[in-house]
């Protein structure tokens, strides 16, 4: 994917994932991970969306979601051994988010052999 296709693609996910739900959360919607670090259905769908597009684009990258991190502590190393991989933060500023703050992002960032080559904030 070129750099210009990354982006549509973090665009393309808000408007699908997170936009539809902006000041309009239900409490059954917004979950902690741990006290006072709040994930939302918002965060998972767009990460699992924008993992499947990366992962179709470049099957042997490893893509380290803040969510899927949660979930699977070893993919940490996964990443940190990766010749290329992607960060995903579907949400950051999941608190703004859920208080109807407009002070959200949603941030990709990619590297080849350890190094930040691109990175991408929408």
Same mark, same amino acid.
């Given at each position: 994917m070129d750099t210009d296709a990354v982006l549509q693609l973090l665009k393309d996910v808000s408007e699908e994932a997170i936009n539809p739900r902006f000041r309009s959360l239900a409490d059954a919607e917004i979950h902690e991970?741990? &006290? =006072? $670090?709040?994930v939302? $259905?918002?965060? @998972?769908e767009a990460e699992k969306l924008l993992t499947a597009a990366l992962l =179709?684009?470049?099957p042997d990258a490893v893509v380290l979601g803040e969510e899927?991190?949660?979930a699977d502590p070893g993919l940490?190393? @996964?990443y940190l051994a990766a010749e290329h991989a992607f960060t /995903? $933060? &579907?949400v950051d500023g999941t608190k703004n988010f859920v208080h109807g703050s407009p002070d959200h992002a /949603?941030?990709?960032?990619?590297? /080849?052999g =350890?190094?930040? /080559?691109r990175a991408w904030i929408w």
């Amino acid at each position: 994917m070129d750099t210009d296709a990354v982006l549509q693609l973090l665009k393309d996910v808000s408007e699908e994932a997170i936009n539809p739900r902006f000041r309009s959360l239900a409490d059954a919607e917004i979950h902690e991970k741990n &006290p =006072g $670090d709040l994930v939302t $259905d918002a965060d @998972r769908e767009a990460e699992k969306l924008l993992t499947a597009a990366l992962l =179709g684009a470049y099957p042997d990258a490893v893509v380290l979601g803040e969510e899927a991190h949660s979930a699977d502590p070893g993919l940490m190393d @996964r990443y940190l051994a990766a010749e290329h991989a992607f960060t /995903v $933060d &579907p949400v950051d500023g999941t608190k703004n988010f859920v208080h109807g703050s407009p002070d959200h992002a /949603v941030m990709v960032s990619e590297t /080849v052999g =350890g190094q930040a /080559v691109r990175a991408w904030i929408w």
